[in-house]
């Protein structure tokens, strides 16, 4: 699997990002220099407990919150500011998923009309997107006549899976995702995660995929950036960091998931209090 463009330089390039949010008249700085890269065709996770600042570095790069400093490069432009017209046109190549599957789908709209518009809204012939939205349809295994059917008629792994679609109806080269599993049960999470797995095989896409749960990421990612309060605290290749990590964070994350053997999973949780003891505070 390659790991950059083709010109030899990362796709994804966030540079000492630091994003601080306003609370009144106090400022809560949610990113305190975060670095990080995306090769093309590569699977980046970002994982971390609520509040780490995960889903805020997701959001900076689709430009949903303010850069304060720090810059972010995606193909070797600049879009830390980027506005407007501009940042529309960079939604062909940059789209995202998002959690919950329903808030994200009109349901007023049929699922033809959800995955067409962001075609014939840039100038597609009707034609052309029925076409395009046939073979994404193909691409998540969902069946042709889902293009008359509403939201409300599937289940959520279903709707993820539409909503998957229209992310790649404009072939972009990298993906957002933001716990798109999360909301799903565990047999249907498992499915959505094949699902990105031979997305990614069949078009070289990128993902940075964002989630609280280092067993996720194991199964999909290449590399993983592991988030606490703000910082990026471990970095390093999928097995490294989800089996033997290094941090004392990362170590709680990993012995917070649940194993099958119920002796290793009483000797998990001694492990996992022993950590939380103030001695083993992953602060320095």
């Not at 998957?164 to 109806?169: D, P, T």
């Not at 999928?238 to 099958?260: F, G, I, M, W």
């Not at 001695?279 to 320095?284: D, G, L, Q, T």
Request: aromatic residues 4%.
């Amino acid at each position: 699997m390659k790991s950059a463009s083709r010109d030899g330089a990362p796709l994804l390039e966030v540079d000492d990002v630091v994003v601080d949010y306003r609370r009144g008249r106090s400022t809560f700085r949610a990113l305190k220099g975060v670095s990080m890269t995306i090769g093309a065709g590569e699977c980046v996770g970002l994982v971390g407990e609520s509040g780490s600042g995960k889903s805020t570095l997701g959001k900076a790069v689709l430009g949903l919150a303010e850069v304060t400093s720090g810059t972010i490069r995606f193909a070797g432009q600049d879009i830390t500011h980027l506005k407007g017209a501009a940042r529309r046109r960079l939604a062909a190549d940059l789209q995202v998923v998002f959690q919950d599957p329903y808030g994200s789908l009109d349901p007023t709209m049929t699922v033809g009309q959800i995955l067409a518009e962001p075609l014939t809204a840039t100038g597609t012939s009707r034609a052309d997107a029925r076409a395009t939205v046939a073979e994404m349809l193909d691409h998540v295994r969902l069946p042709a006549d889902t293009v008359t059917r509403y939201p409300s008629e599937f289940s959520g792994g279903q709707r993820q899976r539409v909503a998957i679609a229209r992310a790649l109806v404009r072939r972009p080269r990298l993906i957002v995702c933001d716990e798109p599993v999360s909301a799903l049960d565990l047999t249907t999470q498992a499915a959505v995660i094949d699902l990105f797995i031979d997305i990614q095989r069949e078009t070289g896409v990128s993902y940075l995929f964002v989630s609280h749960d280092l067993g996720v990421v194991r199964r999909i990612c290449h590399r993983v950036s592991v988030m606490y309060q703000g910082e990026c605290v471990e970095t390093g290749p999928n097995e490294t960091v989800t089996r033997n990590p290094e941090h004392p964070y990362t170590q709680r994350l990993l012995l917070a998931s649940p194993v099958a053997d119920p002796v290793r999973q009483a000797e998990r949780r001694r492990s996992w209090l022993q950590l939380r003891a103030p001695a083993a505070s992953p602060v320095a």
